[in-house]
């Protein structure tokens, strides 16, 4: 059977290339792909990431090749996009403290919790695909982060990209609140490439100006100790991997992931890029 890789997206716009690169890695290999939205709205690509002439204003160049461009909107527009999963639908959430019966509700929860660590077993790993929009919905969002633990506690590889790897950062069982990054090596959106303005996302009229949070902060703070955050600063590309765990910088280093994860299911890569 071929193997089964589960891409997450946000509703609120991902950046094509992002999810070109894995999408590509995968369809080469004959893999079956699955898509999945916060509440399974159909994801849309950010418009900048479809379009050559966009500069991006800390590169001061365009980031989006022609090539790219055309290949990303025609998965953009095809129809594989258009019945993604519900994690709201598939995932439990935790009860607040507060709510009635908060025993038996937290029993009810670990027991979907317990059902969803069946679920990821049918699939052979998992992408976080990145851009602006998981800022809004995917980052600190209890149900992303509870899929994250049950692929690492089933020892699956997961590929995060850009602001996508924040999800990996604030992962973390609630009896030590550790991340599950502690200690390991990742890279992921660095500081010298954040906006100063124009963050925005899709079917939002609302500029957020500059990122909410510098993830390169947040990564150095939740690997440590023992791990490391890697900018890669001025490379072409920054792709790390640290099993079970494939990070990518940003938008460039896509396509690399994509074969990394490849690489990791195929010949059992566990340490790539430092």
Not at 198 to 205: C, L, M, P
Request: charged letters at 25%; a negative charge; glycine letters at 10%.
């Amino acid at each position: 059977m071929p193997k089964k890789i589960l891409f997450v997206l946000s509703e609120y716009g991902y950046w094509g290339e992002e999810l070109l690169g894995p999408v590509d890695a995968c369809d080469a290999r004959g893999y079956e792909t699955v898509f999945a939205t916060p509440t399974g709205k159909r994801p849309v690509a950010l418009p900048p990431s479809l379009d050559p002439g966009y500069l991006d204003p800390p590169l001061g160049r365009s980031v989006t090749t022609p090539e790219v461009a055309v290949a990303a909107r025609a998965l953009d527009e095809s129809a594989r996009l258009d019945n993604p999963l519900s994690l709201a639908d598939w995932l439990p959430e935790r009860p607040y403290f507060s709510s009635e019966n908060h025993q038996r509700g937290l029993e009810a929860y670990y027991r979907e919790v317990d059902r969803v660590d069946e679920d990821v077993l049918a699939y052979d790993a998992m992408v976080i695909v990145g851009g602006s929009g998981p800022i809004v919905d995917l980052c600190n969002n209890e149900r992303v982060h509870e899929l994250v633990l049950a692929f690492v506690r089933a020892d699956k590889p997961i590929v995060a990209e850009c602001y996508g790897v924040t999800c990996l950062a604030f992962a973390r069982d609630w009896d030590d609140r550790a991340s599950i990054i502690r200690g390991k090596h990742v890279t992921g959106h660095c500081k010298e490439y954040d906006y100063k303005d124009g963050t925005g996302f899709v079917g939002v009229d609302f500029n957020m100006g500059p990122p909410p949070f510098p993830l390169e902060y947040i990564l150095r703070d939740a690997t440590a100790p023992g791990g490391r955050y890697h900018g890669n600063v001025g490379r072409p590309v920054s792709v790390i991997v640290d099993y079970p765990f494939i990070t990518a910088r940003s938008t460039p280093d896509s396509f690399l992931a994509g074969r990394k994860l490849v690489e990791v299911l195929e010949s059992g890569l566990r340490r790539y890029g430092w």
